[in-house]
């Protein structure tokens, strides 16, 4: 099975950027298909953006829509969320996961592995 782990969370003021890392190990990243989701206190675990794993299609959350994006270095076995114009409102825990053949669907139900997440701030 594939191990997910998550880095690159910190903090940063609102109109600023972070780009967090997914990293796999066990298993080729480039077969699975890579969700990022968040979850705020108090809040459920939403979708943010995912990536399928054969043709790359992304889909994404109304919210980041034009401020976030996804990719993949298949050589570090690596994905990226770049997130750019943060807003308060983005701050959260955000973790990945991972769907194997998957095509990156808002659904959390459609991942199996998933990371332990990292802590994202956003001050005002």
């Known amino acids: 099975q594939v191990q997910l782990v998550e880095s690159g969370g910190g903090s940063v003021q609102a109109g600023g950027s972070l780009r967090l890392s997914c990293a796999a190990s066990?298993?080729?990243?480039?077969?699975?298909?890579v969700g990022w989701f968040r979850q705020a206190p108090g809040k459920e675990r939403e979708f943010v953006i995912g990536?399928?794993?054969?043709?790359?299609?992304?889909s994404y959350a109304d919210s980041v829509k034009g401020r976030f994006t996804i990719s993949r270095d298949n050589a570090k076995n690596t994905v990226y969320l770049q997130m750019n114009s943060l807003k308060p409102e983005d701050t959260a825990v955000y973790y990945c996961a991972g769907d194997q053949w998957g095509a990156g669907t808002h659904l959390r139900e459609a991942y199996d592995y998933w990371g332990q997440g990292t802590q994202v701030t956003v001050s005002s």
């Open positions: 066990g298993r080729t990243l480039s077969n699975y298909a």
């Open positions: 990536i399928s794993w054969s043709v790359g299609r992304i």
